[in-house]
């Protein structure tokens, strides 16, 4: 007998199959397909065939790979008895359950174990989230638990997964499929720089607009593990987990951080979109849904530790007068934290930087009409720290640890640690009006321990209940904490610390395949960048922070007339546009130029967009390709125009159209020959209009 179960959502089919009480596999997962297939013959077409040197039989690449099953590749599940003897678990259907979530229960009786894998689909968003429990009869040790596993696509040559580093985060890496597994396990305890979770496994011959695609990525901020492999018979099989061994203790329950899949036939873009919207619309949860985000301002490049409340108003002063609405106040303002080898966990006010307390400058900052944020590194403790002196044993992991940036993690895990930050960080959110926190976590652990990523939830998650209204930015030295574990927690991500627009540019277009406008935060940086030794025009720092959640943060001290008239400009753009922005998809464009990183953000009614065409280097080419834009209808007709042309240097001295005036012209056309912009130099960026008439 066969079990069959399907799940759709309007643009994709998964189909799942076993025989008799076997776990089951996906047989299909792509384009969705008519309601009345017959899914038996499906199951039975999807049989490959067996020749000389195979076994008599093909194992099943199921849900949770069994080796008890000859399964000749990595296995979906590595568990151990309380006295260390290795189960081979051999799992027999017990119960399925359908109602928007499919759920499907399977036990292995001999072994006391129970395997539960959870399919939901969402029809609006495009993302099916996956989940796999293992429940025990007493207390055993996991090794590995893979999410349900799914099959690697034939039609595709290679994989595209995401690594980076500090100030360099999001850089794609692609892999040839070959025999033999890529293995990427984070052992660093946090989401990192190194290994944001994501995948991406592109059909031949797809590219961000067109073509088929398979994207995944696992919500989870502690580390994880994933394994493409292809086997001997060319099957391929994916699986996605915690990083392994990284369960300290015996339980009787386990389970995986949902993993988040899609498919698209239209390119990488398909998938990106459903990210960024299951993204903002599913997981982050907003304390002012409708609001609009605002503009930012943050005091870390402009002061670093050296906190000045007359410095620090009149900055404020300045910011406001740029149309920031959120001052955050960055590291600095506790303990005696003059640099950063000390007074993490103190989080008490600085007596002296604040001899009145924070309330001078709060009142200060909410006097210009902006609200007020405060920077935190809860999970962190320096050795010369009054906390560190009273409770040495509140560390995590070994006395003689090497330090990251002078500092130990605290352990998450002890009940006490946690309620003493609550106590802390409670005691300035009661005593101040402050609406948002910047928290920090500015190095990896010394082992990774799903209890400590436990901890850190559990301590976000009182705070949110008890400060309902304040929002929460994460951060990581940058964007070392990403995923929609943290997500579901917080409302905005500092991306990187890299406030170079140029490096900016890139890292922001390639996060794009998973994160929306609405979390991404993107700072206009000082005119000599910090962190490259850069020196960047205005107008370039200015647009490529507005195709994001805007924000500035140098020091407005520096800054000339043109270029706070140049900034205060764009701000007013942003302001002016977010609205509908926040709620756009990011489409990144097929630029036929690779030293022009481009993407149009387009309402969700389609009805107007945005173009951002950044030059990032200088072109083979003496001037501009035309620039395919996407997702827009064949028949219609837009009006397109060039909004910053008044950037237009006296060496684009030909005649092209837009430099004129705006053009009406059909989507067929637009999208088919593509946009000619105006000549210019490179660290420069063209912006689009586009409306539909
Ligand atoms: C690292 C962050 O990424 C920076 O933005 C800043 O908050 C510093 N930490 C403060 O120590």
Not at 296 to 321: G, M, S
Not at 416 to 443: G, P, T
Not at 453 to 468: E, K, Q, V
Not at 578 to 596: K, N
Request: with cysteine; charged share 25%; aromatic share 8%.
């Amino acid at each position: 007998m066969n079990r069959t179960y399907r799940i759709d959502d309007g643009r994709q089919t998964l189909v799942l199959a076993a025989r008799n009480d076997r776990l089951p596999e996906v047989v299909y997962w792509g384009a969705l397909l008519q309601e009345d297939e017959n899914l038996d013959t499906l199951y039975a077409a999807h049989a490959i065939d067996v020749t000389g040197g195979m076994l008599d039989e093909n194992p099943d690449l199921s849900v949770c790979p069994e080796a008890t099953r000859s399964f000749p590749g990595q296995p979906g599940l590595i568990v151990r008895d309380n006295d260390g003897t290795p189960l081979l678990p051999k799992f027999c259907f017990e119960s399925f359950e359908q109602n928007g979530t499919l759920e499907l229960t399977y036990a292995d009786k001999d072994n006391g174990l129970t395997l539960t894998v959870s399919f939901i689909s969402d029809p609006d968003t495009h993302i099916i989230t996956c989940q796999t429990t293992l429940d025990a009869t007493r207390p055993v040790h996991l090794h590995w638990l893979a999410a349900p596993v799914l099959p690697g696509p034939q039609q595709s040559d290679e994989m595209i997964d995401v690594s980076g580093r500090w100030c360099g985060e999001f850089q794609l890496s692609r892999t040839a499929w070959a025999p033999g597994m890529r293995y990427r396990e984070n052992r660093t305890g946090r989401t990192g720089h190194e290994h944001f979770p994501g995948l991406i496994v592109p059909c031949r011959g797809a590219t961000n607009t067109e073509g088929e695609a398979y994207a995944f990525h696992y919500g989870w901020s502690g580390g994880h593990k994933m394994i493409a492999e292809e086997l001997q018979d060319g099957r391929r099989q994916i699986q996605w987990g915690h990083a392994a061994r990284m369960e300290t203790e015996a339980a009787t329950q386990f389970k995986t951080a949902p993993l988040y899949i899609s498919y698209s036939n239209t390119g990488l873009n398909g998938c990106a979109v459903a990210f960024q919207r299951h993204l903002r619309d599913r997981i982050v949860t907003w304390p002012k849904p409708n609001a609009p985000r605002p503009v930012h301002y943050n005091c870390w490049e402009a002061v670093y530790f050296d906190h000045k409340l007359p410095v620090l108003q009149d900055i404020a002063d300045r910011a406001a007068a740029l149309g920031a609405e959120r001052f955050v106040l960055d590291d600095g303002w506790f303990g005696n934290r003059d640099d950063d080898t000390r007074s993490l966990s103190d989080w008490t006010v600085d007596p002296r930087k604040y001899p009145d307390g924070l309330h001078p400058l709060i009142e200060h900052v909410h006097g210009l009409g902006m609200t007020f944020g405060i920077w935190f590194e809860p999970e962190m403790i320096n050795e010369d720290s009054d906390i560190h002196r009273a409770n040495p044993h509140w560390v995590f992991g070994a006395e003689d640890q090497t330090l990251g940036r002078q500092q130990k993690a605290l352990n998450m895990a002890l009940p006490e640690v946690r309620d003493f930050l609550y106590e802390r960080m409670s005691a300035i959110l009661r005593d101040h009006h402050v609406d948002y926190i910047k928290w920090d976590h500015n190095r990896v652990l010394p082992m990774p321990d799903a209890s400590q990523t436990r901890g850190s939830y559990a301590l976000i998650d009182r705070l949110r209940a008890d400060f309902p209204h304040v929002e929460i930015e994460s951060c990581a030295s940058g964007g070392g904490r990403i995923d929609f574990g943290i997500l579901g927690r917080t409302q905005r991500v500092w991306l990187s610390d890299s406030n170079d627009a140029l490096e900016r540019l890139r890292i922001q277009h390639d996060a794009a395949l998973f994160l929306p406008l609405s979390v991404t935060g993107s700072h206009v940086g000082p005119r000599h960048c910090h962190t490259s030794g850069r020196t960047l025009d205005m107008s370039f720092r200015a647009w490529v922070a507005a195709q994001r959640h805007m924000g500035f943060e140098m020091d407005p001290r520096e800054l000339d007339e043109t270029e706070a008239a140049t900034l205060k400009e764009v701000t007013s753009w942003w302001k002016h546009n977010r609205d509908w922005m926040q709620t756009a998809d990011i489409l990144r464009l097929d630029s036929a130029d690779p030293a022009v990183i481009a993407e149009q953000q387009l309402a969700r009614d389609k009805d107007r967009f945005v173009v951002f065409a950044g030059k990032a280097a200088t072109s083979a080419q003496i001037v501009p390709r035309p620039l395919r834009l996407t997702g827009l209808e064949q028949a219609a007709t837009y009006r397109i125009d060039l909004i910053n042309r008044a950037s237009l240097h006296h060496l684009s001295r030909g005649i092209t159209a837009l430099k004129e005036d705006a053009l009406e012209l059909s989507g067929n056309y637009l999208m088919h020959h593509g946009v000619t912009l105006p000549w210019s130099f490179p660290e420069r960026m063209w912006v689009l209009e586009g409306t539909r008439l």
